[in-house]
C-alpha cells in the first residue's frame, strides 16, 4: 500500500533561519502532493503543493521540492518566524490523500 | 467563499455512549467528504469518506459510522463509543477534480 512519511519527528531552528522539513513517498503512481500547517488545536492548513510534472514550486517564504527520481519531497521555509511553529505534513495523492505522521517545527527567539 | 464547521469542538464521554459529529460544508455543491481521526502521534488517518449523498466509502474497520443524509452534511456516529475512540476528529472537503483538502477546525472527542 501507500505510506508517506517525514525524516525527523521535531526540528528545532532559531528565528531567522531557514528550515526544511523532509517527506519520502513509497509509491511512484502520485501525482500530486502537498503541504499542510497544523496550529496546535487546529485543522491543517494548505501551503502550498506541486505536481509531478514540476520538480520545484515557490510561494510566498516557502519552497517546495519534489525528487521523482528517489520519491523525496521537501518544504523550505525561509527566515522562520515563531509564527511558523507548528505541524507540517506532508500528502500525497492516491485514490484519497495520504498523510505523513508530521513534523513538530520548533522556532525559537 | 466556501466554509466548513464541524460542531461539537470538545466533547467528552463515558465509554459505552453514542456519538454524533456533524460537519458541514457551505458555498459549494457535490463536495468530496472526510472524517479524519488525529491521535496522540499526530498523524492523521483517513476513516470515511463520500463522493455523494448516501455514498460512504470506510477505510478502516471499527465501531463508526458515518452518513451524508444531504449533500454537504456529513456525521459522524457510533453506538458505543470505546477508551480508543478518544482524538482530534477532522472532516474535510474538496472537489472531485482537485487534491487539495479544505479542513475543518476539529472535535476533540475524549473516552473516560
Known amino acids: 500500500g501507500e505510506s508517506v512519511g517525514l525524516h525527523l519527528p521535531t526540528l528545532s531552528v532559531q528565528e531567522g533561519d531557514n528550515s526544511i522539513i523532509n517527506c519520502a513517498y513509497s509509491n511512484s503512481a502520485s501525482d500530486y502532493f502537498i503541504w499542510y500547517k497544523q496550529e496546535s488545536g487546529k485543522g491543517p492548513q494548505f501551503i502550498i503543493d506541486?505536481?509531478?510534472?514540476?520538480d520545484k514550486r515557490q510561494g510566498q517564504r516557502v519552497t517546495v521540492l519534489l525528487n521523482k527520481t528517489v520519491k523525496h519531497l521537501s518544504l523550505q521555509i525561509a527566515a522562520t518566524q515563531p509564527g511558523d511553529s507548528a505541524v507540517y505534513f506532508c500528502?500525497?495523492?492516491?485514490?484519497?490523500?495520504?498523510f505523513g505522521k508530521g513534523t513538530m517545527l520548533l522556532v525559537s527567539p | 467563499s466556501q466554509t466548513i464547521h464541524q460542531w461539537p469542538a470538545t466533547l467528552v464521554q463515558p465509554v459505552g455512549s453514542p456519538l454524533s459529529l456533524e460537519c458541514t460544508v457551505e458555498g459549494t455543491s457535490n463536495p468530496n467528504l472526510y472524517w479524519y481521526r488525529q491521535a496522540a502521534g499526530r498523524g492523521l488517518q483517513l476513516l470515511f469518506y463520500?463522493?455523494?449523498?448516501?455514498?460512504i466509502s470506510s477505510e478502516v474497520p471499527q465501531n463508526l459510522s458515518a452518513s451524508r443524509p444531504q449533500d454537504r452534511q456529513f456525521i459522524l456516529s457510533s453506538k458505543k463509543l470505546l477508551l480508543s475512540d478518544s482524538g482530534f476528529y477532522l472532516c474535510?472537503?474538496?472537489?472531485?477534480?482537485?487534491?487539495?483538502?479544505?479542513f475543518g477546525e476539529g472535535s476533540r472527542l475524549t473516552v473516560l
Open positions: 463520500s463522493v455523494g449523498i448516501g455514498q
Open positions: 500528502a500525497a495523492l492516491y485514490s484519497t490523500l495520504t
Open positions: 506541486i505536481r509531478s510534472n514540476m
Open positions: 474535510a472537503w474538496n472537489l472531485g477534480d482537485t487534491g487539495e483538502l479544505f
